[in-house]
Every structure is written in structure tokens, then in C-alpha cells.
């Protein structure tokens, strides 16, 4: 059986299609994982997967003096993925892209292994730029972002094959709603939202006439539960969260967005829009609130007010749950799965 090492990490969005993959690439391949000690670590925990930690350095926006010594790290880290590869015994590699996968990819490269790497987004990153070029493809969620880079190839986002697999009934009766009225769900991405947390809890009074709500806030403050309102820092079981769920309030995340199509989910996208975002999640959430399939609050304009009159617009666009319906996904899974199995068999 031959070895294919993961890597990609800094952010949940970084780590989530490896987890949709995994199941299917244990079939097939020993599996290990090359990232760093932070959320990647977290997540893969209990997989099942060897795990090598190496230093990563990640680019700091608009600061000249804290990138100086990024070349120096770099290369100590790319000494460190090398080793990786070498005592996994490593075929192939496919990445997530992030300052976390750079390292391993110019590591593999060097040691002229096959590379495959993916695109979340609708734009690439500054990661997967410099690794298109020494990749053999770099599959893409959207069919336009493979025209951006070199060995681009459509198809599509991998969805965790569980998601599909919850329950309304039993997520009802585990989150403790009735189901006579319709539920929201709310979250911000890996680390929550401070700013959809503030919006909720200003707005919950007026929210509980209408919705039950279930909100994983992260690490944003200790809320109490009350009569209609769950709380929750993290949830790992989210096919439960999403059966229960007739709305979704989130960010846009590439991932949380091709699994919000591929399971219906009418939902409201707050993007990311700050010195800490590259403009990713308003292109992702524009791109699909061009073509009638959500509807987008920008952060700019979220006060509990106009988020009880974007959730109620939402819950009144029966054009958009028609064509949300009638909306087909490419299967992300199958079309990287195959192409892996294959280089893997040469």
C-alpha cells in the first residue's frame, strides 16, 4: 500500500476537505499528515492518522518587519517537511494550500514526488500561486479558478460524506426544539464570529418569536441557554446541526458554503472583511448570491435591526429555496479521489 501525505492548515477551511477525503483515501493509502502544532493538529486528532509536526511561517499582511526573517524560516521549515516525507516513505502529496502546505510542497518537489494540491476559494492564495506551479493538477471549487492557475482543474469541493447522513428528528429532540418553529443555525467559522455573536444576542428577544435558535459561538463569550436558544462553543456533530436547521446564519467560507448548497440549506452569508481577510469570503458570497443561491449581509452593515430584516427576507424568498432545490454540485469528492487512486497506482 502506498503513502500519500496531507498537508494544509492555519485555518479550519484548511483541514475540512481533508477530512471529507479521509475516509475514502484509507481504503487505498497509508495516510499520514505534515502540519503544524495548531488547528490542523487539533482536528486530525483521533483519525487514526500519523501526524508529523513541523515550524510554519505565515506571511503577515501590511507588516515589512515581522516577514524579514520569513525566508530563514522557511527554509528550516522545508528541511523539516523533507525529513517528514522521508521517514513516512511518502508517494504522493496532496494539499490544502496555506503558509502551512508551502514548506511540504517545495520539500516534495525536491524529492520529485507527484504533488496535487487544492482551491478553495474563488481567487487563489499566495500559498497555492507558488504551489500551482510545481503541482501535476490543482483542483478547484469553482469552474473559473481553474483558468487562473497553472494545472488548474475543475471539481468541485469535497463535502464530508456525513453531513448527508443527520437526522431532523433526533437533532431536534439532542438540541431539545419542539419543531414548531422554524430553526436557525448560527456560526462563524473555526473560531466563531465575535460580530454575528454581538447581532444574535441584541437581536434574540425579537429572534425567538420566530426561530428557534442554535448558535456555536467558539470562544465568544459565556451565553446562557434559554427556552428556544442553544448555545454551544463547538460542535463536532454538525450533520446533526445542519438536519435540524431550516436557516443558516454564517460566514462564507468556501467550505461552509458548498455544504450549505449540497444540503439546501437557505442561508444568510456574513463574509469576512477585515486586515485580517483577503477579500476571499466577499468574492465566495457574491459569486453565489449573484446566481439567487443566498443572501449576503455585509459585516459592515450587522446590527441586530438589519439582521432581523435580512433573516426575514430570507424566510420570505421562495425564489431562492426553488433554485436552491433545483441546484446541482460538482462532485469534488469523486473527481480528486480518482485522480489520486490513479497517480497512486502508477
Do not use: W
Not at 481504503?27 to 495548531?38: A, E, L, N
Not at 428528528?169 to 430553526?183: I, M
Not at 473555526?190 to 418569536?209: D, F, M, Q, T, V
Amino acid at each position: 500500500m502506498k503513502t500519500i501525505a496531507l498537508t494544509g492548515g492555519g485555518s479550519a477551511g484548511h483541514v475540512v476537505p481533508h477530512l471529507a477525503l479521509l475516509p475514502e483515501l484509507k481504503k487505498h493509502f497509508r495516510v499520514i499528515y505534515i502540519g503544524t502544532d495548531g488547528i490542523e493538529k487539533s482536528m486530525l486528532a483521533g483519525s487514526g492518522v500519523t501526524f508529523y509536526t513541523i515550524c510554519a511561517s505565515k506571511l503577515v499582511r501590511g507588516s515589512l518587519l515581522k516577514n524579514v526573517t520569513l525566508p530563514c524560516r522557511l527554509i528550516k521549515s522545508v528541511r523539516q517537511a523533507g525529513r517528514a516525507l522521508e521517514e513516512c516513505g511518502a508517494d504522493l502529496v496532496f494539499s490544502k494550500g496555506g503558509y502551512v502546505s508551502l514548506p511540504v510542497v517545495l520539500a516534495a518537489r525536491r524529492k520529485k514526488l507527484p504533488v496535487f494540491s487544492h482551491e478553495s476559494d474563488f481567487t487563489p492564495g499566495i500559498a497555492n500561486k507558488i504551489i500551482s506551479r510545481r503541482c501535476t493538477a490543482v483542483f478547484t471549487s469553482f469552474p473559473e479558478t481553474a483558468k487562473m492557475l497553472k494545472n488548474g482543474v475543475y471539481s468541485g469541493s469535497p463535502v464530508r460524506p456525513a453531513l448527508y447522513a443527520g437526522d431532523r428528528a433526533a437533532a431536534l429532540r439532542k438540541y431539545g426544539f419542539s419543531g414548531n418553529k422554524p430553526v436557525l443555525l448560527s456560526f462563524g467559522g473555526g473560531s466563531g464570529s465575535a460580530a454575528i455573536g454581538a447581532a444574535i444576542e441584541g437581536a434574540l428577544p425579537r429572534l425567538l418569536e420566530t426561530f428557534d435558535v442554535l448558535h456555536i459561538r467558539g470562544k465568544n463569550g459565556n451565553v446562557p441557554a434559554k427556552h428556544g436558544y442553544v448555545p454551544l462553543e463547538f460542535e463536532p456533530d454538525m450533520a446533526s446541526a445542519y438536519a435540524c436547521a431550516d436557516y443558516v446564519l454564517s460566514r462564507a467560507g468556501s467550505n461552509t458554503v458548498f455544504e450549505l448548497l449540497a444540503l439546501k440549506k437557505p442561508a444568510l452569508l456574513v463574509p469576512l472583511e477585515n486586515k485580517r481577510s483577503r477579500g476571499d469570503q466577499a468574492e465566495n458570497a457574491e459569486y453565489f448570491e449573484k446566481r439567487g443561491l443566498c443572501r449576503v449581509l455585509r459585516e459592515k452593515d450587522l446590527a441586530p435591526e438589519t439582521l432581523l430584516q435580512a433573516l426575514a427576507a430570507l424566510e420570505r424568498d421562495s425564489a431562492l429555496k426553488k433554485r436552491l432545490a433545483q441546484c446541482r454540485l460538482q462532485d469534488g469528492n469523486e473527481a480528486i479521489l480518482a485522480a489520486l487512486l490513479a497517480a497512486g497506482a502508477d
